[in-house]
């Protein structure tokens, strides 16, 4: 641990120094402003975060009592809380599912997806020498290819409605714009992804009438909040300490960070997971923290998704998501999701995301005092 905590240190005090010498107010300015984001959207995140704990602390607390366990760890935040009912999902259903879930983006958006289906976007299954999990990938003037591993489950079809998020984005992209704006920034890469995911969950809750479905499903939605929204912000916060430290002078060592890192898990978890010797350490296993300032873009990404979501379907009006879709690299990312109708210098946004969270916490806390 000394010896990560030593380089850690100096990768640190690199960002800092390499601000200093561009004459940025801080580390995190610096990191900032490529994709020319202020600093209040940071800020805002964390503020808007640390005022709904009070709700993770709730699901902690539900977790532990679903769990029948007398002492709560860290490790039990993994153990699956609803048993999936028996499902399986072919390909050719999962895509009807998908179609049926994105019919809120209209019927151009519909067309264009179909096509690419038609096309042979996708390669479905698992191959020899094929690299596992899913990703969306080819270039400027190729298909939007989607590769994926499919098993047949419910998540697959979560796997595909999220890879089609990035395709679709790329193909609405490409078809609109010249070479040089016909990529995206991280701040929005994973906005059309997590759309369509969304849209996905949305379009389950509404169908599914079976209680144990539902509390999967719910238990699902609850899990991505806390693994996106509240982690990832937790871990934004850790990174925000120790530059905040290094311009301050002082030397990050082990013990140090470790106690900065057990008290943010005890702040953003709750009285209701125990103190142990182990969860103090985890901040040395995140590689992401070599990338400063970073992980944030999952959350803020995650909340401007969920709200966009909701505005379409309050809406239902897609038009301004489209057109949010086309614009690539052709604007800094703050301009081009107000165009989709999320401003993220105000905490709107993050907060509506939140909602959704208290919302899916309170019918899964009724569901399960039914039984």
């Known amino acids: 641990i000394n010896t990560i905590a030593s380089a850690y240190n100096y990768n640190t005090k690199t960002d800092v120094v390499s601000a200093r010498i561009r004459k940025y107010e801080s580390a995190r300015a610096a990191a900032l402003s490529g994709d020319n984001i202020p600093a209040e959207v940071y800020d805002n995140l964390v503020a808007e975060v640390h005022k709904n704990l009070p709700a993770m602390h709730r699901y902690v607390e539900l977790r532990k009592k679903l769990l029948g366990v007398d002492k709560l760890y860290m490790y039990d935040m993994y153990v699956p ?17 998908m179609r049926d879930a994105l019919q809120p983006l209209g019927e151009e958006y519909l067309t264009k997806m179909n096509k690419g289906i038609e096309e042979g976007w996708i390669d479905v299954y698992e191959n020899k020498g094929k690299t596992s999990g899913a990703y969306s990938f080819g270039c400027y003037d190729s298909y939007p290819y989607i590769l994926l591993n499919y098993t047949d489950t419910l998540k697959d079809v979560f796997t595909i409605i999220h890879e089609m998020g990035h395709s679709m984005h790329s193909r609405y992209t490409r078809d609109e714009q010249p070479y040089i704006y016909g990529s995206h920034s991280i701040f929005t890469a994973e906005v059309a992804s997590t759309v369509n ?9 509404r169908t599914e009438d079976e209680k144990e479905m539902r509390k999967y499903l719910l238990n699902m939605h609850l899990e991505e909040f806390r693994t996106t929204l509240f ?42 997971v125990e103190k142990d010797d182990v969860i103090r350490y985890e901040w040395a296993r995140i590689p992401h923290f070599y990338n400063a300032f970073y992980v944030y873009q999952y959350a803020t990404g995650f909340s401007s998704a969920v709200a966009i979501a909701n505005r379409i379907l309050t809406t239902g009006d897609p038009s301004d998501y489209l057109r949010f879709l086309t614009l690539g690299g052709s604007d800094y990312p703050l301009a081009e999701l107000k165009v989709a109708g999320v401003d993220l210098t105000k905490p709107e946004a993050v907060l509506s995301a939140l909602d959704v969270f208290q919302a899916s916490l309170d019918e899964l806390e009724a569901l399960l005092k039914e039984i």
């Open 81 to 97: 809380l609803i048993k999936l009912p028996e499902t399986s999902v072919s390909f050719e259903e999962g895509l009807d599912i």
């Open 197 to 205: 995911e969304s849209l996905l969950m949305q379009h389950l809750l």
């Open 231 to 272: 982690r990832q912000t937790m871990f934004a916060e850790f990174e925000d300490i120790t530059h905040k430290a290094i311009e301050s002078g002082e030397t990050l060592t082990a013990e140090w960070m470790c106690q900065q890192y057990e008290d943010l898990n005890a702040q953003y978890y709750g009285s209701a």
